[in-house]
């Protein structure tokens, strides 16, 4: 199996203070080689007679890797760490998106305008007619990106604070790709009537709604209610985004394969939100054989008793021959491996 590659997801910056001497930066530089890091800038901070500082980023592989890496600075002679910093979590302080004003209140007028008094015109024109607010507020450019925290990236049930660097991140995508608003939201609840009332109470302000990492099964419906109820745009991130890059991704290689994707066998290890619009969004591009597994192996007719409603669903239009076993099962004969469960679930 190959060796994970240093990434800047696990650099770091770590200030040093080195003897004022020829070849000093050569060992050092050399030490982070034998540890495999991967170094980066370097920048003089202060040079004296006696002692250079510097700081140099370095990517690790993961964070044992970069303590090790920084250990191994320690050792050298005429080398002292003074500081190292985890460049990911400089990022994240104090959050990573801001609200900012369009109008500057700059003076009185201004003021007057954007706030008290005028504003109660505007305020009046949208009580006679609530369609205005789609053009005098914010609401048509502004998303509501939601969470309950229960399903974070590969992270599993994490909660709703812990969710917020990921909402956070989503939200700076919709502004730097698309010039839309988007706000994190994570609900303190994990109920499916609570997440739909808050939605529900929240979405006057807002012309379209991001469900994100909501676990399965109940994913499925809060998304389809609050579609049927709100008359705004609601979008499962989880479910549709995934399947959307997946079925361009497949397209793209069976165009290099040269084969059709009615041809293929597809392997889809995992059954969660993204398992199954995965499945559905190929299945409607043309696929036909699809073998879906979760942790207990192949899902089929034969496991129908256990299923929740959604693999319900994937037992009765997938896997045509009703084929049971592993996941290694499944996999003899695939053309395509589609991971969308947690890591190391599958070796090859």
Known sequence: MARIRPSVSYSFTMRIRIRNKFGMLARVMSTIARQEGDPGAVDVVKVDPQFKVRDLTVSARDEAHAHAIVAAI??????????????????????????????????RDALSMAYTPGVARVCLAIAEDKHKANTLTIKHNSVAVVSDGSAVLGLGNIGPEAAMPVMEGKAMLFKEFADIDAY?????????EEIIQAVRWISTGFGGINLEDISAPRCFEIEQRLKDELGIPVFHDDQHGTAVVVLAAALNALKIAKKKLSDIKILMAGAGAAGVAC???????????????????????????????????????????????????????????????GPGVFTV
Do not use: Y
């Not at 054989?289 to 997938?318: V, Y």
């Open 74 to 107: 320690k050792r050298i002679k005429g080398v002292s760490v003074l500081h190292v910093s985890d460049r990911v979590f400089l990022m994240h302080l104090g959050g990573k998106i801001r609200i900012q004003n369009k109008v500057p209140l700059t003076t």
């Open 184 to 192: 994190p939201i994570c609900l303190r609840t994990q109920e499916t």
């Open 279 to 341: 499945t559905k969004m190929l299945m409607a591009a043309g696929a036909r054989h699809i073998l879906c597994c979760d942790r207990k192996g192949i899902i089929c007719r034969k496991r129908l008793p256990d299923l929740d409603f959604s693999k319900t669903w994937l037992a009765e239009h997938t896997n045509e021959r009703n084929v049971s076993g592993r996941i290694e099962d499944a996999a003899a004969g695939a053309h395509l491996f589609i991971g969308v469960s």
